[in-house]
């Protein structure tokens, strides 16, 4: 059984744009959501992260919108580059379980 | 790669053949992981370990065996009774397993069986 839902499996942006990736789940006792970046032939790298008791967090050109009452977060690219063009990676985990990770969106920025 | 060294990137064995795979790391963290990654599917938990001579069975652990004699050291035997054992593995640590202790990934090994 998916826990964690992700969209869309691949995404194509144009050099300056926003990305936009989400993710919904189902377990209401999840308390960390992550995001990885994965470039190919390469491990996971955490990206950012964010816990429900806020809605929202921003690093840099990234940033994580959570949604508690509908149990959904995304992941916003502003001004999109071709370096950000990775596969990327939603989870979630509840207390000292294990990460569930969603399925992983493929983005290519074009210029 | 955060110090956590996977051998070899690539390996090639033939269906029948027990393989094991190599997973080091030097960040003193006591939590290890192990995780299957096919295409469309994520990542899925084989094994994890939270201390030396301990680890549990994760999602998908059938076929697959672990051991943990060294806290740096968490070696993945793919035995010939996984099915479909042709995959990219991915073995990652963390501090501990609770909380929102950062998972840190090696680079991987991808495992053909013909």
């Known amino acids: 059984q998916q826990q964690v839902k992700q969209s869309p499996q691949s995404l194509i942006v144009q050099k300056g744009g926003i990305s936009i990736i989400n993710c919904a789940y189902e377990?209401?006792?999840?308390?960390?959501f992550p995001w990885y970046q994965q470039f190919p032939g390469k491990g996971p790298a955490l990206l950012i992260a964010?816990?429900?008791?806020?809605s929202e967090k921003k690093e840099g050109r990234f940033t994580i919108s959570f949604n508690k009452s509908a149990k959904q977060f995304s992941l916003h690219i502003m001004d999109s580059q071709p370096g950000d063009s990775a596969t990327y990676f939603c989870?979630?985990?509840?207390?000292?379980?294990?990460?569930?990770f969603g399925t992983g969106t493929r983005l290519t920025i074009i210029p | 790669d955060g110090g956590i060294t996977q051998s070899p990137k690539y390996l090639f064995r033939k269906e029948g053949q027990n393989v094991t795979l190599s997973c080091e790391q030097n960040?003193?963290?006591?939590?290890m992981y192990w995780y299957r990654q096919d295409p469309g599917q994520g990542l899925r938990l084989i094994y994890y370990?939270?201390?030396?001579?301990?680890?549990q069975k994760g999602d998908i652990a059938e076929g697959y065996s672990v051991s943990r004699e060294k806290k740096e050291s968490f070696p993945l035997t793919v035995t010939s009774a996984q099915k479909n054992p042709t995959a990219f593995y991915l073995c990652?640590?963390?501090?501990?397993?609770?909380?929102?202790?950062?998972?840190?990934f090696g680079p991987g090994t991808r495992l053909t069986v013909t």
């Open positions: 960040l003193n963290h006591d939590a």
């Open positions: 964010i816990r429900p008791d806020v």
């Open positions: 370990s939270q201390i030396v001579n301990d680890f």
């Open positions: 377990n209401t006792a999840f308390d960390y």
């Open positions: 989870a979630a985990k509840a207390g000292n379980e294990k990460l569930t």
């Open positions: 990652a640590s963390s501090i501990g397993k609770g909380g929102t202790y950062e998972q840190y």
